[in-house]
């Protein structure tokens, strides 16, 4: 049992479950119940002792704490569960390093958790947009890894592990070029990260290696398109008329996230078109989501526990390490899940 378990009962965010468990001030009461109710429903209890070597007797460890700081984000379980899995992983591998995790946000106005301003952290794992430039400095005096993409190329310092993304583009257009498909299509109505624009760029790349034509579909790099809601569902149809209009129509299209592809699929039907029979689709993170799509479409799992995992293992390393000016990206295999049998070809 983790705090990330503990935070999908209560319907609340993992910050806030570690402020209760942590006894910090500034929680209501009734969330406070919450928590506490969904502690005891799944029998959790904070480890009273750490496993393993004492973290003190290790170079470069002196409170025995690690920081997970959401920058500008604040992960939910129903709203990012590759993310929460991530978490997840990297809880349980601290914790049986002997670490206590700290979960915390910064938000707009960039003030750090007490624990993280006053310096009783000994690392941190970091997640989200690059801080405001007057915090910065206060982070980077920590060892410091990141998880997951960059939201852009500035910002950022230090180590990251993530998903293998120029894998991910390759694997897509591998499948589809292996089912016969002669147009395919990349289609994401929301503004990419650095990582999606890889998958973006080997998706076409490894598309043309094999003589198939290839059109992508989505707002151009840096633009700020991610907002929720009728918005979004308005993008995802405008793009899914494009791919529809085109002449001659890809009948193979990548789509790089799953909560799009249940929009593109809402999109198609609405259109006339039948998901798996007119237009076959590979997604991208293996959440359970696509459970509810007919046919489940070809998904490519990022493996997020092993990112977390990875992290964790990089972050102990560079807390025991003199302090070196370097930059590592350290990427994780994902691997191809296929998808329910099409109800017909078609190529």
């Known amino acids: 049992m983790s705090i990330v378990e503990v935070a999908k009962v209560a319907g609340l965010s993992h910050s806030t479950v570690s402020r209760v468990i942590n006894n910090r001030p500034g929680v209501a009461s009734a969330t406070v119940k919450t928590v506490r109710d969904a502690m005891e429903q799944i029998g959790y209890s904070p480890p009273a002792k750490r496993r393993g070597r004492k973290p003190r007797e290790r170079l470069g460890v002196k409170t025995g704490n690690v920081g997970l700081l959401m ?19 990297a809880e349980q591998a601290l914790t049986a390093a002997g670490f206590n995790l700290l979960i915390g946000q910064v938000d ?15 690392g941190l ?4 947009y690059a801080p405001p430039a007057r915090i910065r400095e206060s982070l980077k005096r920590h060892s410091c890894v990141w998880l997951m993409s960059a939201r852009s190329s500035r910002g950022y310092w230090g180590d990251r592990v993530g998903p293998d993304h120029e894998l991910i583009g390759r694997l897509a257009a591998e499948h589809l070029v292996a089912r016969g498909h002669k147009n395919v299509a990349y289609l994401n109505p929301i503004s990419e990260h650095v990582g999606f624009r890889s998958r973006t760029e080997a998706f076409v790349e490894t598309s043309g290696e094999f003589g198939v034509a290839v059109r992508v579909y989505g707002p151009a790099p840096g633009s700020k398109t991610e907002s929720p809601g009728k918005d979004y569902d308005d993008r995802t149809i405008a793009l899914v008329k494009q791919v529809l209009q085109a002449s001659p129509r890809p009948t193979g299209l990548f789509v790089p996230r799953d909560r799009v592809t249940v929009r593109v699929y809402r999109a198609l039907r609405q259109l006339g078109v039948e998901p798996g029979r007119d237009i076959e689709i590979v997604s991208c993170d293996n959440e359970p989501v696509l459970e509810a799509l007919d046919p489940r479409p070809t998904t490519i799992d990022v493996n997020p526990g092993a990112v977390g995992r990875r992290a964790v293992t990089q972050l102990l390393w560079v807390m025991g390490q003199e302090p070196e000016p370097t930059r590592s990206l350290i990427s994780v295999e994902p691997r191809l899940v296929p998808g329910e049998p099409l109800q017909e070809e078609v190529r």
């Open 125 to 128: 794992l970091l997640h989200g």
């Open 71 to 89: 920058i500008g984000t604040d992960a939910m379980f129903a709203r990012a569960p590759v993310t929460a899995a991530v978490f997840h992983a």
């Open 108 to 122: 707009s106005s960039g003030r750090l958790p007490p624990k993280v301003a006053s310096g009783q952290v000994d």
